[in-house]
């Protein structure tokens, strides 16, 4: 059972746009969230995380959402560049000394000129 | 350049032929960890290392082992490869481990990653 779903595989937006992923967990033991970006060939990026403590955090052109209430959270771009088409992964962690993330399946990005 | 490197970046092998994918970092990370890729299945944790010769299990470890016999490396070896073992394999690094909240510390750096089939 899936405990970190993204629901969209893929996602087009125009250029400017604003383009908005989404996350739903299960697990309410999660407690700390991340986005990572990973292109073709490459390995995953770190791009931005938001503690369960804080609904909101906000990086640049990126911003996440959280809601704890409904196990959700977004991760908004603002403006879309073409740059940023990619694969966008949620994951999850409960703070436990491990270090396990659970990722999402992840959601493809284009942003169209 | 900081970075994680992997080696080799593309393999194809037969079943029950030994093979270890070695891995690298140059940041002088304590965490490491290895994760695997599947189609409709996201990443998955098979291993880690929380500093040298302390090594656990992830997730998925069944048909896997690493070692950590210096900080830089963290070799994923399989024994005896068979084809539910074919997929894209990634290894990772951070000073913390990843999810503990220590700001910058636990950022977790990935490599490019090796591409595995097992026929």
């Known amino acids: 059972d899936q405990q970190v779903k993204q629901n969209s595989p893929s996602l087009s937006v125009q250029e400017g746009r604003i383009s908005i992923l989404n996350c739903d967990y299960t697990?309410?033991?999660?407690?700390?969230f991340l986005w990572y970006k990973k292109y073709p060939a490459e390995g995953p990026t770190f791009l931005i995380s938001?503690?369960?403590?804080?609904d909101k955090n906000e990086d640049g052109r990126f911003t996440v959402f959280l809601n704890k209430s409904a196990k959700h959270l977004s991760l908004h771009i603002v403006p879309s560049q073409p740059g940023d088409s990619a694969v966008y992964f949620c994951?999850?962690?409960?703070?436990?000394?491990?270090?396990?993330?659970?990722f999402g399946k992840g959601t493809k990005l284009s942003v169209k000129p | 350049e900081a970075q994680v490197t992997q080696n080799p970046r593309y393999l194809i092998t037969v079943t029950g032929k030994k093979l270890t994918v070695t891995c690298s970092q140059n940041?002088?990370?304590?965490?490491m960890s290895w994760y695997r890729q599947d189609p409709g299945l996201g990443l998955r944790q098979i291993y880690y290392?929380?500093?040298?010769?302390?090594?656990d299990k992830g997730d998925v470890p069944e048909g896997y082992k690493v070692s950590r016999k210096e900080k830089r490396n963290f070799p994923l070896i399989l024994e005896s490869p068979s084809p539910n073992q074919t997929s894209l394999y990634f290894c990772?690094?951070?000073?913390?481990?990843?999810?503990?909240?220590?700001?910058?510390?636990?950022?977790?750096?990935f490599g490019p990653g090796t591409r595995l089939t097992v026929l």
């Open positions: 938001i503690s369960s403590i804080k």
């Open positions: 994951a999850a962690s409960d703070g436990g000394s491990q270090g396990n993330l659970i």
């Open positions: 990772a690094s951070s000073f913390r481990p990843p999810g503990t909240r220590r700001g910058t510390l636990d950022t977790q750096y």
């Open positions: 940041m002088n990370h304590e965490y």
């Open positions: 697990n309410s033991m999660f407690d700390y």
């Open positions: 290392s929380m500093n040298v010769e302390v090594t």
